[in-house]
Structures are given as C-alpha cells and as structure tokens.
C-alpha cells in the first residue's frame, strides 16, 4: 500500500486528521531523561506509544535528531512505529531540493536509509530536483506550497502572470508531477484563505498543516478551508502541543491527552 493509500486508511481508521510532529529538544525533556544516553529515541518512542491511537501520521523532524547527532535514533524511531503500529505512515520532514543526482541520494535517505513513508521537499529548482522522489511511486511526496512562517510571502505570494506564485506552484503539481497520485503539499493553518485557494485548485490532494498552536493556526478556519469534500484531506500538525504538554512524570499521559483533544476539536469542524 502506497502512502497516499495508507494515509486515507489510516483517515478512517483513526478518524483522526492530527499529525504527531515529532521534534526532540532535550532541554525540554523531562528531568528524567537528564544523562540518558538513548534520551532522544526514548523520550519520543513513549510519545508515539501515548499518541498513535489519536494520530493520522507521525512527522519527524531530521534537523532535530542530526543536531544531536542522533540520525541512528531516527532510523530506530521510525522502524518502531512501523513494527509497532503498523499503518500509520511517518513523513520524514528534511525538505529536501537539490539537482537530480544529489536528489537521488536524499532519495535514498529518506525512503531506504530512514525508512520513510514520505518526505517533505522544496519545489523551488523545479521538476528534475523532484524526479527522483516522485519516480518511487509508493512514496509520498510533500511539496512546501504556502508555508506557515512570517516571511512566506516574500516569495510565495509574487505576481506570477496575474496569480500569486504559491497558486502556480498548486496548480503545476496538481496537474503535472503528480502522475504517480503520490504528491501533497504543505499549506501553513496561519493562512486560511490561501489554504481555501489551494483547496480549490487541487482538489482531494492531501495537505500537510503545520503552524497550530504555538504558531498562531485557527482550528476552525484550518478545517472549513482545507477539507476535501469528503471531510478529510488533512494532516493538521502539532508538535511542541504535544510533545511538551507535560514536564513531569505524566508527560505520556499528558501528551496523549493533547493529542485527543486536538482531534476532538478538529472533528468537531469537519
């Protein structure tokens, strides 16, 4: 099963639209973990264990384990959400874009060395960057679109022949790279009505929602703007939400708590 497969399974399964972004700080580990030397793969396993019954997908972030030089914990991370909670799928977040022969090996990251059921990508040098992702079929490949941060509209939202850039950018995924059905594309929560406008050119395509929470995201605009017709659609990120609820010794129960209640309070929009 490829990921876009896996992913609307995982949809119904679940009903759950909440992505677990998983992205390990030690310094905000509980006192625990302080001197452990497997801290960052623990401390994120108890995580996926408390959140996977409420989570569509888990997101890994590669900056914050190579930071710690802890890329074997990843691997291991990941491996441990395909054993031990088989179909959910893990979206390597590395956005990634480079020429075609670098892209091939963080092709290979990715999806052989890591494990990955997808992975997030930046468009930006154009389609022969993209290629070597898109050619692995059964992989998903996430395209940034309209991003979540402050500056996205220094670039994104440029005139580009009477549409802003980020539209074009839809548009020419939607209808030129995605002949394998394996593309989505990131779409920030901090900009509804550019995630309306995405919606509306692309169709059912799976969208990744990163900035709810400490970002600033509107639940209620993310879901009447970005759902498909059919209530799905979404993978709506949450990762220091959920990761940090708790500082103490409940921090797995308060992070499973976090992560219901996100999609309680998703579902209740949909």
Same mark, same amino acid.
């Given at each position: 099963m490829g990921f876009i497969e896996q992913l609307r399974a995982r949809w119904q399964a679940s009903?759950? $639209?909440?992505?677990? =972004? $998983?992205?390990p700080d030690p310094a905000k580990f509980p006192p625990m973990f302080a001197g452990r030397e497997d801290a960052i793969f623990e401390f994120c396993r108890d995580i996926v264990d408390a959140t996977a019954e409420f989570a569509c997908a888990f997101k890994p972030q590669i900056a914050y384990f190579a930071a710690f030089g802890a890329e074997d914990a990843l691997r291991r991370l990941i491996a441990h959400i395909h054993d031990a909670h088989p179909g959910i799928p893990v979206i390597l977040d590395a956005k990634r874009g480079d020429i075609g022969s670098t892209a091939s090996m963080y092709a290979i990251e990715a999806f052989d060395r890591f494990g990955a059921d997808a992975v997030t990508l930046n468009p930006y040098m154009g389609h022969d960057s993209a290629q070597p992702f898109l050619d692995r079929? =059964?992989?998903g490949c996430v395209f940034l679109c309209h991003t979540s941060n402050p500056g996205a509209g220094d670039f994104q939202d440029l005139d580009f022949g009477g549409t802003p850039l980020y539209q074009h950018v839809a548009e020419t995924i939607a209808a030129d790279w995605n002949a394998h059905g394996n593309c989505a $594309?990131?779409? =920030?929560?901090t900009y509804p009505?550019?995630?309306?406008?995405i919606r509306g050119i692309v169709g059912d395509m799976p969208l990744l929602i990163p900035g709810i929470g400490a970002q600033g995201g509107d639940v209620e605009a993310t879901v009447r703007n970005g759902k498909s017709a059919d209530g799905s659609g979404l993978m709506v990120n949450s990762s220091r939400g959920i990761l940090y609820a708790s500082n103490g010794g409940d921090y797995t129960i308060a992070a499973g708590w976090a992560a219901q209640t996100l999609r309680d309070e998703i579902n209740r929009h949909r």
């Open positions: 009903n759950s $639209l909440v992505c677990v =972004g $998983l992205d079929a =059964g992989k $594309l990131v779409v =920030g929560a009505e550019e995630l309306k406008a």
